[in-house]
């Protein structure tokens, strides 16, 4: 194996310091322009490569960001996010780390361990706890949060208009004629800001169409991720509320899913009642990512720029590091959703889907 080429070693083929070489080769001018050029000729003749850590540790600068995501990396929505961010970087000169969490106790750790290696910022797919990050903020750390962002704590964020989103899903609905729709969430979920914003937009469309709201209509679904537990009459088991309100004569004839994942097991518990969709109960889902489009039947969505916000989110991140946002300035950035009509959802009473979407 070649043995890499050092200043030193350039030093001795010139004749000249080790302390010469390294001025040169940064352009001082304290050394003289025949020198100069003679060390850098040497240098590309011996095949010389700058250690850019080490140049980048004597900057304060790691050229370096820490993407922090929700495990498992077969999620395609964190792989969007990878799909943009990681090119923008790339292109601005910074390397990213990917570390997927698979559970919240991991968060403090990542943040703990990218600290110590001197990245120059976060970009984080958040847990529900602002702790670390009310750290990282006092610490004078950049951190830009993407999809949501904390209640109890102003700082960066790049996220989808989660209210515009809600409210266009919940106006298609009622423009297909439908008056009793429920809003399934993910219990853990509640209280982040991408579903109260959602709910927040529910509540909106039905208030402008006249249409009661009471809490009623919020239907809590557990979420499962082992294999075992994906079965129906599992998801039919560990979610009563749900399994009972969609068993009565007056059952919702059309559900707002918080997300497309979600929306997959409310498929399977659906069928497993007996139910069709759409002919019974037209199912809208939230996000738009490619599982959607695979589902019997393929789901109607509200889709975010995934991608997009995960260049935006690293873009807003290095312009901090690299000081063209002030440390002091908080930049608050929403990106507008799509409605995307496919032949979950039908006009009330119909037998076929409908799809043409709510003016």
Not at 62 to 77: F, K, N, Q
Not at 126 to 149: A, C, D, I, W
Not at 252 to 260: E, G, I, K, R, S
Request: aromatic content about 8%.
């Amino acid at each position: 194996m070649k043995k890499r080429v050092t200043l030193e070693h350039i030093a001795q083929a010139v004749g000249v310091s080790k302390m010469a070489v390294s001025l040169a080769m940064r352009g001082d001018r304290s050394i003289g322009r025949e020198t100069a050029e003679k060390i850098k000729a040497t240098a590309r003749e011996m095949g010389y490569v700058p250690n850019r850590m080490a140049q980048n540790l004597v900057k304060g600068k790691s050229h370096t960001i820490a993407l922090l995501i929700s495990a498992p990396l077969h999620d395609d929505y964190q792989n969007q996010i990878i799909s943009g961010a990681v090119p923008y970087a790339m292109k601005r000169g910074y390397t990213l780390f990917v570390a997927p969490m698979s559970h919240h106790e991991m968060e403090g750790a990542y943040i703990e361990k990218y600290n110590h290696m001197m990245v120059d910022g976060f970009l984080a797919f958040h847990s529900l706890n602002s702790v670390n990050y009310r750290k990282l903020k006092q610490e004078g750390v950049p951190f830009v949060l993407y999809t949501k962002y904390f209640h109890d704590l102003d700082c960066d964020y790049v996220v989808g208009d989660d209210f515009q989103g809600g409210f266009r899903m919940t106006r298609h609905l009622i423009g297909l004629g439908h008056t009793n729709i429920g809003f399934v969430y993910d219990g853990r979920l509640r209280q982040s800001s991408e579903i109260a914003e959602r709910i927040r937009g529910f509540r909106h469309a039905l208030k402008k169409s006249g249409i009661p709201y009471s809490d009623d209509l919020l239907l809590p679904f557990e979420l499962h991720y082992h294999a075992e537990e994906m079965t129906a009459a599992h998801l039919l088991r560990t979610n009563p509320e749900f399994t009972e309100r969609m068993s009565l004569a007056s059952r919702p004839t059309a559900l707002f899913v918080c997300n497309d994942i979600t929306a997959s097991s409310v498929y399977l518990a659906l069928k497993r009642l007996g139910l069709n969709i759409p002919e019974d109960v037209s199912v809208g889902g939230y996000e738009g990512v490619y599982l959607g489009s695979i589902m019997d039947p393929e789901l109607t969505t509200v889709a975010t720029p995934i991608a997009d916000m995960g260049r935006k989110a690293c873009e807003l991140l290095i312009d901090k590091i690299e000081g063209k946002v002030a440390p002091n300035e908080t930049v608050h950035i929403k990106l507008e959703p799509q409605l995307v009509i496919r032949h979950s959802t039908a006009t009330f009473g119909s037998r076929t889907p409908n799809r043409i979407p709510f003016p």
